[in-house]
């Protein structure tokens, strides 16, 4: 069984920074893309970040040149650090995985529960 856990999440003061970071754990073969969600309150979710087992990044136009994306490989751990953060960036934020297996398996898709991040003075 594969399990995303998500840490910190929490309040912060528009300017300020915060990290996410996601773990995932179980029995798997590899895991190849990960990535960060957000949904805000009354709307859809949306991509805010993805990067690949080789690490290629993809950000959302809304958060470039202000979050980062970065993973451990060894640790099967993704990171967000979240800089410069405004009000609108307030949402629940999920990680992502696609895991395979095997070897030359399809990756399956998994999602972590979700951390609130709140930006407001």
């Known amino acids: 069984q594969v399990q995303l856990v998500e840490s910190g999440g929490g309040l912060v003061q528009p300017g300020g920074s915060l990290t996410l970071s996601c773990t995932a754990s179980?029995?798997?073969?590899?895991?190849?893309?990960m990535g960060w969600y957000r949904q805000a309150p009354g709307k859809q979710r949306e991509l805010v970040a993805l990067i690949s087992s080789g690490g290629n990044t993809n950000y959302a136009d809304s958060v470039k040149g202000r979050f980062t994306i970065s993973r451990d490989n060894a640790k099967n751990t993704v990171y967000l650090q979240m800089n410069s953060l405004k009000p609108g960036d307030t949402a629940v934020y999920y990680c992502n995985a696609q895991i395979s297996f095997y070897s030359g398996a399809n990756s399956r898709q998994y999602w972590g529960q979700g951390t609130q991040v709140t930006v407001s003075s």
């Open positions: 179980g029995s798997f073969f590899r895991v190849n893309a």
